[in-house]
Each structure stands twice: as C-alpha cells, then as structure tokens.
C-alpha cells in the first residue's frame, strides 16, 4: 500500500521562501508529482522527479530522496497568488500506474 | 498542454436521482482514466482507473454498483451516480494521463464536478 504525509497546513510571508515537505512509504516507487490546487478548481501539475536531486522550475523547485522516502517543494518570492494547497502524490509501479495523493497543505501567504 | 474537459461543472439532484458526469480528453487520445473523489479541505481520493473498452478498476470501499463508470471511446468516460444520497454530495475529479507529451506521466485534470444532492 500507499502512506503519504504532508503537514495540514503552513502559513508564511509574501517575498519569503516556504518549503513543503512530503514523506512517502510506497510498494514500488515510480515517481512523484507536486501539484498546485486553488480552492474549488482542478488540480495542476507542478514538478516531477523520479530520480534523486532537484529539480528547477522558476520560482518553484522539487527535491527527492529516495532512500527516505522524503521530497520537498521549495517556493521561492513567495505571491499571494501562491496560496492554494499543495499535493503530494506518488507513483506506484502498479497495473495503471495510479497516481496515490497526500491529503495536501493548504498554503497561506500574508502580506 | 494536454486538455480534459469535465462536464457538468456544478450539478444539483434530489435524493434518490442519478447523476452522470462526462470526461473527454479533447486533443489526445486516453486509454485510461482515473476518477477522484474530494470532500472539502480534503486531498483526492482515487475511486476507479477506467480502462477503454473494458470494467473500471475500483479502489477498495468503492461500490462499483453505486458509481457505475464506462469509458466507451479513447475520448471519453462516464461516472454515473447511481441513486444519489446527500453523502454523496462532494467534488468529483477525473483526469488522464497525456499521450506522448514529455512522457513523465502527469495527470491532466477535468475541471471537476460539484455533486450536491438535496
């Protein structure tokens, strides 16, 4: 099976850096994928690793470990646009490759 | 991007109706499709893979016989909610995963369904 953590929720300050963390135990790991999703709206792709590292994107970068089973998303100049909550999900080397999502953090930037 | 268009948006039923949501994937084709649940400040939880021209796979605790679900086409699957209660209400998610675009295997996301039964 799946077990994926995430903290419930964090707040921090516009211009500031937040890091979000993930940890994941999973039955054959395929990937992890961050997502973006404001209240009421479908979620959107933000990253993608599979291999250990970082990766870059903007204002935006993933990191993944998988000897611990640990990534995180870095937001850098944090926008007030950037509250939403933010979701953790797994890849599982199974059947349809489903993808298992966290239960998410809500992000909260203040001005 | 990869698009996928869910319909309807917002939907309002009386108990005891069934409802039926639409899912296409409009520029490529989907073999497979996934189906989410999400009750509010609450993460996605996957009810069904459905499989083009065949029976959706359902995740345990998932009545296959309450959320009936056929992909008929590469373009196209259906969650139909069979005999709707008002627990039922909530945010129903699909999403697909792209064709060839980039190959890391991210979903792309319906714009989702909000199921409130009275």
């Known amino acids: 099976g799946q077990n994926i953590d995430q903290p419930t929720e964090m707040t921090a300050t516009e211009g500031a850096i937040v890091q979000i963390n993930c940890t994941y135990q999973?039955?054959?790991?395929?990937?992890l994928f961050w997502y973006q999703q404001h209240a009421g709206e479908a979620p959107t792709f933000l990253s993608y690793?599979?291999?250990?590292g970082l990766e870059e994107k903007g204002r935006f970068s993933s990191f993944l470990s998988r000897s611990k089973g640990y990534s995180y998303l870095l937001l850098k100049e944090l926008q007030m646009k950037d509250s939403a909550s933010y979701l953790c999900?797994?890849?599982?080397?199974?059947?349809?490759?489903?993808?298992?999502f966290g239960t998410g953090t809500r992000l909260t930037v203040i001005p | 991007g990869a698009v996928v268009s869910q319909h309807p948006s917002r939907v309002i039923c009386k108990s005891g109706t069934s409802v039926k949501i639409e899912c296409r994937s409009l520029?490529?084709?989907?073999?497979?499709m996934f189906w989410y649940r999400q009750f509010p400040k609450k993460s996605l939880m996957l009810m069904a893979t459905?499989?083009?021209?065949?029976?959706?796979?359902?995740e345990q605790g998932v009545e296959k016989d309450k959320f009936l679900i056929n992909h008929a086409s590469l373009t196209l699957s259906t969650l139909t909610v069979t005999s709707a209660h008002p627990e039922d209400s909530s945010f129903y998610i699909c999403?697909?995963?792209?064709?060839?675009?980039?190959?890391?295997?991210?979903?792309?996301f319906g714009e989702g369904s909000r199921l409130t039964v009275l």
């Open positions: 999403s697909a995963r792209g064709g060839t675009i980039a190959n890391t295997g991210e979903l792309f």
């Open positions: 999973t039955s054959g790991f395929n990937g």
């Open positions: 690793n599979v291999l250990d």
């Open positions: 999900a797994v890849r599982a080397r199974t059947g349809a490759n489903n993808l298992f």
């Open positions: 520029d490529f084709q989907a073999t497979t």
């Open positions: 459905s499989n083009e021209g065949s029976k959706a796979t359902y």
